[in-house]
Antibody, heavy 125, light 106 residues
């Protein structure tokens, strides 16, 4: 059974750096084809993809946030960490950790089989 | 950047067929996935690669994609299908989501 769980602060101040950790079980980032990513959802709004990291250390970022995001993995601990700098109230959202096992995203294959429960992060002074 | 457009809301009577569309330039050249999100829950993958259904997803969920439009069809809609639905694709090294459609079963 695959599970993913997000953890991190529920409240951050503007300009601070957000650090979120995804701890997962049921799969390994050593396995070829596996990817873990982050997707967020502002209250009452649509889903927005942020970043992906793959078994082979390849990383992808949302272009408009590329200079604020860093995604890393700790394979032995089964964790993926997302850092987002210079937080702003518009970054208030539920942040989801997601898993795929079909290789790198391509036009012929990009979907996310498993999602964490999400964690709400509020940005406010 | 690539955009995918969904109707904000769709209504359907129980037992009838619901169709939710997702439009984008030459969308038929990409593979589309669909997610169901019930209130207060995480999204659930219900269709991938245009029409493939993950194990455990009821057969009443089906998908198609051609031209500029992908469609999620729910046959024999049940009250439990009331949720938000999002289409998703990959373009220019970016994961793209539609704006979401609220399906009301009444």
């Amino acid at each position: 059974q695959i599970t993913l769980k997000e953890s991190g602060p529920t409240l951050v101040k503007p300009t601070q750096t957000l650090t979120l950790t995804c701890t997962f079980s049921g799969f390994s980032l050593r396995t070829p084809g596996v990817g873990v990513g982050w997707i967020r959802q502002p209250p009452g709004k649509a889903l927005e993809w942020l970043a992906l990291i793959y078994w082979d250390d390849d990383t992808r970022y949302r272009p408009s946030l590329n200079n604020r995001l860093t995604i890393t993995k700790d394979t032995p601990k089964n964790q993926v960490v997302l850092k987002m700098t210079n937080m702003d109230p518009v970054d208030t959202a539920t942040y989801f950790c997601v898993h795929r096992q079909d290789g790198h995203c391509t036009p012929t294959s990009c979907f996310f089989e498993d999602w964490g429960q999400g964690t709400l992060v509020t940005v406010s002074s | 950047s690539y955009e995918m457009t969904q109707p904000p809301s769709v209504s359907v009577s129980p037992g009838q067929t619901a169709s939710i569309t997702c439009s984008g330039d030459k969308l038929g050249n990409k593979f589309v996935s669909w997610y169901q999100q019930r209130p207060g829950q995480s999204p659930l993958l219900v269709i991938y690669k245009d029409f493939e259904r993950p194990s455990g997803v009821p057969e009443r969920f089906s998908g198609s994609n051609s031209g500029n439009t992908a469609t999620l069809t729910i046959s024999g809609t049940q009250p439990m299908d009331e949720a938000d639905y999002y289409c998703q694709a990959w373009d220019s090294s970016t994961v793209v989501f539609g704006g979401g459609t609220k399906l009301t079963v009444l």
